[in-house]
């Protein structure tokens, strides 16, 4: 057994760390889970591991007495699997029953994908594929919101009202109405401590419209105690 070190699988495992660092890059800009050294770890182990599966396919052929067969991308196509376990630590199930984490739960599955692309020697295509990526998380969304359909000029938000006389309940959901804020669901609270009721509702608003409007906009109704915005 004869093992010669190939300075291509050097360059494989470098282009496979700048192009998991440009991921890295993206998601750590935006103060998401997934950063450099997440990334980073993902995009090299994942393309030593397919080098490692693809060498030893051919570095073990096996003798005369003994024939040995391996499937080169054996030990890479558990990367894929592997990789979930990671990105189901990133996505998040708040109380509000909103799920975030999906985007960078991908890009972790991306990233190991990219390694794997570099690793087997498939260069141009992992560029390709990065370039795509970026393209789809960055370029496109913003640009949906600008000329898409007018559902994409939404965003949602979680506003929880307290007022404190039951008629203000309704008055309170009229004026939102009034106002542009589009209410979805509803879920009112009573809330015996200080014989106020709580309002939590789940709303869609214009993209451009800044929280602190809204915010505004609903402290200045009448009988409105307090205000909590989730977005």
Sequence with gaps: ???FFEWELLARLGISAALGLIIGLERELKRKPLGLKTSLVISIISCLLTIVSIEAAYIF?????????????RLAAQIVSGIG???AGVILRRGNDHISGLTTAALIWGAAGIGIAVGAGFYMEAIAGVILLIISVELIPSLLTRIGPKKLHKR???IKITVSKRESVETVMKKLQEDKILITHTRIKDLRENAAHLMELKTRVN???PVTNIYYTISLLDDVQEIEIIS
């Design 207 to 209: 993209t451009n419209r």
């Design 156 to 158: 949602d938000l979680i």
């Design 1 to 3: 057994m004869e093992y």
């Design 85 to 87: 376990f990671l990105g």
């Design 61 to 73: 052929p096996g003798s005369d007495d003994v024939r040995i067969q391996m499937d080169p991308l």
